[in-house]
């Protein structure tokens, strides 16, 4: 079994937990890392073709759909946070709006930046 789909079975057969599942995915990448760069197919590689090497199975691994949910997941205080960022960006929408802002900063910077 290849290294990768090895580390996401024994990814998914743990209880998510973001502290110890970011731990886990940085620690799978430095192994994988150091294990291209003593292996012999690699040697003589540059710098730029062993990083593409890594992109590569970091993107194979993060992008996995059984995955990908395991490494966005929330916090508890973080969805409530969201939700309390979306109540008030739905109140200021009530009276500022987009074109008032353009106003302003064209007011303040001379049209410089709009």
């Known amino acids: 079994m290849c290294m990768c789909r090895s580390f996401i079975v024994s990814f998914l057969n743990n209880e998510p937990d973001p502290e110890k599942d970011s731990a886990a995915v940085q620690d799978f990448f430095s192994k994988m890392e150091a294990a291209f760069m003593a292996h012999p197919l690699w040697s003589g ?9 890594g ?11 059984a995955v990908s949910p395991c490494l ?23 009276f500022i709006s987009p074109e008032y802002l353009c106003r302003v900063l064209w ?7 709009v």
Do not use: N, P, T, Y
């Open 72 to 94: 966005c997941f929330k916090h508890r205080g973080d969805v409530i946070s969201d939700e309390k960022l979306f109540q008030k960006m739905s109140l200021v929408q009530q």
């Open 55 to 65: 992109d590569v199975r970091s993107r194979e691994v993060c992008h996995d759909k």
């Open 107 to 113: 007011d303040k910077f001379g049209g410089g930046i």
């Open 45 to 53: 590689c540059s710098e730029d073709e062993l990083d593409s090497a």
